[in-house]
């Protein structure tokens, strides 16, 4: 069975996958499968570890807070040739979840929080940032569910601007979205292959100093068009673009 043969199933992240056989799923995606969703005997669903590897899966019962299945045989799910990683200025308030859900479900393969100059928003101290990481984790893992991903973005600690452009310098290519910017997104220098970097800024745009050292570090500065989209939404729309261009809307997924 390959994942095309799975469209429209539910996916369930679980932290290994199972072997071919019995399995029963408790604990939070066990309740969801069987109080939320409520799943009935016969219906297929999906596990995934969010490493792109996926396994089907039959109901063959359905208890309190567990569901008890007939797991298939694991496919790998290829992935684009093109990775995007994300490195998003902090947003504000419930802007900030936004931006993680909507990137998610564009596909995005990394994210990156950044202390942008001009952030309202601050990470201050050490256990506030950790506490902000660990809930964007928690935000992407039910966005790709929700999605239905084979893959879960990762999120790494909060950066400087100095640690941004580290990124970019070791990537394949790299982009900053700003309204000043000459190039459109559909003119820019995109790779085939390997790590593409997509920075965005806060709602107070990206500083002069910000832009130099991207510029420096071998970032394009380019611009999504007429319109200003908020630092929340951006992103999603920028995926959107990138996944014509780069063609990572073209793979089909499948076994391999």
Known sequence: MSPADLAGAPYFLVDTLPAVGRFVLDGPEGRHASVVRR???????????????????????????????????????????????LVQA?????????????????????????????????????????????????????????????????VSPLASTATVAELITASAGALVLHEAGSVPISRAELPTDGDLVLVVGPEGGVTPEELTAFRAAGAQVVRLG???????????????????????????????
């Open 39 to 85: 799943l009935r005997t016969g219906e297929i669903l999906v596990l995934t570890d969010g490493s792109g590897r996926i396994s089907p899966a039959t109901v063959t019962a359905v208890g309190r807070g567990t569901v008890d299945l007939s797991v298939g045989t694991a496919v790998v799910v290829p992935q684009p040739a093109v990775r995007v990683t």
């Open 90 to 154: 902090l947003p504000k308030g419930e802007r900030s979840d936004l931006a993680v859900d909507l990137a998610t479900e564009a596909g995005v393969d990394a994210l990156v929080p950044w202390s942008a100059g001009r952030c309202v928003a601050r990470w201050s101290s050490g256990d506030k940032a950790q506490k902000g990481v660990i809930r964007w984790q928690g935000v992407a893992r039910e966005a790709a569910k929700q999605s239905r991903r084979s893959t879960v973005p990762t």
């Open 226 to 256: 007429r319109e200003v989209l908020r630092t929340s939404t951006a992103a999603a729309v920028a995926l959107g673009a990138l996944g014509v261009l780069c063609h990572r809307w073209d793979e089909q997924e499948g076994a391999r």
